[in-house]
């Protein structure tokens, strides 16, 4: 997850194409805090360098935004349109945020492709309420069968037990941006590598 408010338009397209160039294939906007002509541009920016790579593109609560870019999906809140309307408008990914059992059970009854859930650690990234903990992901899974990417407080060393009670995926902001974003990614990509590696022995 790419949150830009706080950067230059420079830094913004050189910490983009260094994700990128480092192998991370699935880019999300999120920019509440930026004028909605200046998301439009961070937009265009991001669709323009995700196709050079190959990589998805997710626009975070917009979906006039994402129809106007030509993003690959949009991901909604819980305050946002509902997943239903947004399936009859946009015909691209639908991701829902969820922080329950309750909130994941409608989004997947709704339609979505995926659910993000938290979050899982302590993060100030934002408000996201009450840490639910790695072992929330698994009673999640018992019931829900569409990808599960875990959000919140994400990081290199925590990733593997993340992953081990059962999520996805991971959604990261400053477990990567934070620091040397270059070495961070290779940390995080060795590990869940490692962690598929063993699974596949398993």
């Not at 609560?61 to 946002?80: M, W």
Request: proline content about 3%.
């Amino acid at each position: 997850m790419i949150c830009p408010s706080s950067l230059s338009l420079k830094d913004f397209i050189k910490t983009l194409e260094l994700l990128l160039e480092e192998g991370i294939r699935w880019i999300q906007y999120r920019g509440k805090d930026t004028p909605r002509k200046v998301q439009y541009r961070d937009c265009l920016t991001i669709r323009e360098l995700t196709l050079k790579y190959g990589a998805t593109f997710i626009v975070n609560d917009y979906i006039d935004l994402a129809i106007a870019t030509g993003a690959d999906g949009v991901h909604l809140g819980q305050e946002d349109i509902p997943c239903e309307m947004a399936g009859s408008i946009f015909h691209g990914i639908i991701g829902i945020s969820t922080h329950d059992l309750e909130e994941a059970i409608a989004a997947e009854s709704g339609g979505a492709d995926y659910i993000g859930f938290g979050p899982i650690f302590h993060t100030t990234t934002k408000d996201a309420g009450i840490p639910k903990g790695p072992q929330a992901i698994k009673e999640i899974k018992r019931y829900v069968k569409i990808p599960l990417i875990a959000i919140g407080g994400i990081k290199a060393e925590n990733v593997i037990s993340v992953l081990k009670h059962g999520a996805d995926g991971v959604a990261v902001s400053s477990g990567i941006i934070e620091g040397e974003i270059k070495d961070n990614i290779r940390i995080f990509l060795k590990n869940i590598e490692e962690f598929r590696h063993a699974s596949d022995n398993y």
